[in-house]
């Protein structure tokens, strides 16, 4: 079934909230809620999609409620399921509705030419995530000119926090209890084949300790990664930076090196940023 030949659920009143009857406004809301919890969860599948069994577990509500969600997602066009594989994925209505807010990012406007000259001068992959919630959402990526390409995370998919290196530079920002916090409440969360919560609050220990983040084992198998954050025109860190490579090109040896350039970047993308509030004001 694709979402076209897909209807609008039916007016059933032991369904849909009655704003007549007591209560049904709160049951209106947590209909609403639901519903973008599951649209956060299919976003951690990225392209690969979110099998409902996995929705079910991350959501922790019931199968046939999931199914109902999904259903009307794809309805809406907010979400759509994969006919070979019955994967569910979001919707190319997300996108459109994005795009009625291209200014909604000034850090990533205020990055773009520092996060690409970055990968030019190192010659890998540069990324620019920022924080929403419990989550990680790369919103830039460039690509250097070393061949071997390590495309670690795609733009606008959602990871829980500390999955990534990114992810692990933006808890370091936080207080330890905030970001005890949030891996507290991600470990349902986290991937099986990713690090675990315990790895991730010993990477934000020593992120906070180094004033970068770094991970000798990257996402992809042969790689490595490393981050430094990213401070908007108050001194409050409003993204990361991170750069993905080839195992032997994030050697140890190579850090000291490679955090320069990478602090370099960010203070520019920091002094765009302050030039663009300024203009802002005026």
């Not at 406004?25 to 599951?38: L, N, P, Y």
């Not at 994925?89 to 690409?116: K, T, Y």
């Amino acid at each position: 079934m694709n979402a076209k030949s897909l209807k609008k659920p039916s007016a059933d009143p032991a369904r849909v909230p009655d704003p007549a009857r007591p209560g049904d406004d709160d049951a209106g809301v947590r209909v609403i809620s639901r519903a973008f919890e599951v649209l956060r969860i299919l976003a951690l599948g990225g392209e690969h999609g979110m099998r409902i069994t996995d929705v079910v577990a991350y959501s922790g509500l019931s199968r046939p409620t999931v199914h109902r969600i999904l259903q009307t997602l794809i309805a809406e066009g907010v979400g759509e399921q994969d006919a070979s594989t019955r994967r569910y994925r979001v919707g190319p209505e997300i996108s459109l509705l994005g795009m009625s807010r291209p200014a909604q990012f000034p850090v990533r406007a205020a990055a773009e030419p520092h996060l690409a000259a970055l990968a030019d001068e190192l010659g890998d992959t540069t990324f620019l995530t920022i924080r929403v919630g419990w989550d990680s959402v790369a919103i830039d990526r460039k690509t250097g000119s070393y061949p071997i390409k390590v495309l670690a995370i795609d733009v606008g998919m959602r990871r829980p926090l500390g999955v990534g290196i990114a992810g692990v530079m933006l808890l370091a920002a936080l207080t330890p209890e905030e970001s005890d916090y949030i891996c507290a409440m991600n470990v349902a969360r986290l991937p099986p084949d990713g690090p675990s919560v315990e790895t991730i609050r010993a990477r934000v220990a020593a992120a906070r300790h180094n004033g970068y983040a770094y991970s000798e084992v990257g996402v992809l198998l042969g790689t490595r990664a490393l981050a430094v954050p990213v401070l908007d025109a108050d001194g409050a860190v409003i993204a990361a930076l991170a750069v993905a490579a080839m195992a032997e090109r994030l050697a140890e040896p190579e850090l000291p090196r490679l955090v320069a350039a990478m602090r370099g970047k960010a203070a520019l993308i920091t002094k765009r940023l302050a030039e663009m509030q300024r203009a802002r004001q005026r």
